[in-house]
């Protein structure tokens, strides 16, 4: 994972602000929490909705928390009411620190980090400022995410006896680097420490290293996603679902995997979509004004969608309502790039049988499904087993997933 010169800021940042109290026992939701702390103190906003903080913390630091996750946190963490104060207002959850929880964070902030013992370093050399800053921070972002021995010095506690052996630096770069790491300062070596150890929790958390799941074999896979997920992504649900889906969408464009809608899929997105235009087509009579109703209607609703949709526009029909959507839909595929697979890699008819068993279990285990909504995920179902077939024996050979929400 590549990072820019801010992202680099926050990350050495945090990581005084992650150990700047203690090095032990820093648990993975531990490491959530104070994330998310540092999110909520450097974001500049007296109080954020979750779904931008979830934005906020996936452009800044790299990380894609789920609402969940900020849920288990801002909500149900421990002793969670004396560090944050929170409240729902238009289905969204809004969240901000304390007062005297955020006054005890601007004490650990208000540490010295790397960053800025590498500014007084090159300052007190008279040394060219930028570019050996930037040297430096790629040195030390490249020891801490893939070189073990580097982490040995330190468990050692010898910074000073990490050299630049690299080919990928000139001999001018190396004395740059290797001047710094030997320069005799106590903070400048803890601050160093607590990146090291920042690293791991930061391997940890984004599941990059030193795992046996590598999302190098993870390439060349693809993911057929569910109506769920193009419902979301259009907005059809409420635009604070939309902002989380595009962002779930965005993760699989980055690491250049497969997004695939089968036919089954894209033919329950249409008979949904006439559906719903149907119900809107009786809704309006007698004539309402949307203007007026958008704001007593649901949010996470077509209907609602609709209604705003209609302010300010002269056609309001609902065919040209479809036509829109329509439009929206091929964006989306073409922003991140979704193929429609139209091709059945089974007989429909002759497969009958199959399906009929897996609808049957699939309304069973949701006693709310429709029967028609249970038909094509069944034949999502089979679809992946058949697009799977002679590659199940682990998760590096099987090239088709099914991804769905809730």
Partial sequence: ??????????????????????????????SYQRVIDDALYSCGRLYIPITELIVYINKEYGFLFSVDEINNVVIKGRDADQRYYCYTENNDTIVSLTGEYKNKLSLVCGQKT?????????????IEKESSKALILRFLYEMFTSNLEGYKLILQEKIDAIEVKSNNYTDKEKEVINNFLAWPDEGKDKAIYDLAG???????????KNTSLNIQNLKGKSFYIDTNVIYRALGLNSDNL?????LFLSKFK??????????????EFIDTIDYYIGKIDNSLRPRVQSKVISEFISEDSVFHYYHKWCIGRVNRSTSYFKDWI???????????????????PYNI??????????????MQSDLEKQEASAEYDAENVLWIEEKRKGSVDDIYQV????????
């Fill in 114 to 126: 790397l960053y800025e013992y590498i500014d007084e370093y090159l300052i007190s050399l008279d």
């Fill in 242 to 246: 939309k902002v989380r889906t595009h």
């Fill in 254 to 267: 980055e690491v250049g995997e497969s997004l695939v809608i089968s036919q089954s899929t894209y033919l």
């Fill in 198 to 208: 920042y690293s791991l929790e930061y391997c940890m958390m984004t599941n990059q």
């Fill in 1 to 30: 994972m590549s990072m820019t010169g801010e992202q680099q800021r926050n990350v050495f940042r945090m990581a005084a602000i992650i150990y700047g109290r203690s090095n032990n026992g820093i648990s993975l939701n531990k």
């Fill in 399 to 406: 090239k088709a997933f099914f991804s769905f929400v809730r």
């Fill in 326 to 344: 329509m439009s929206e839909f091929d964006s989306l595929c073409k922003k991140y790039e979704i193929m429609h697979d139209r091709n059945y």
């Fill in 349 to 362: 008819e002759e497969r009958k049988s199959n399906i009929n068993e897996y609808v049957s279990g699939i």
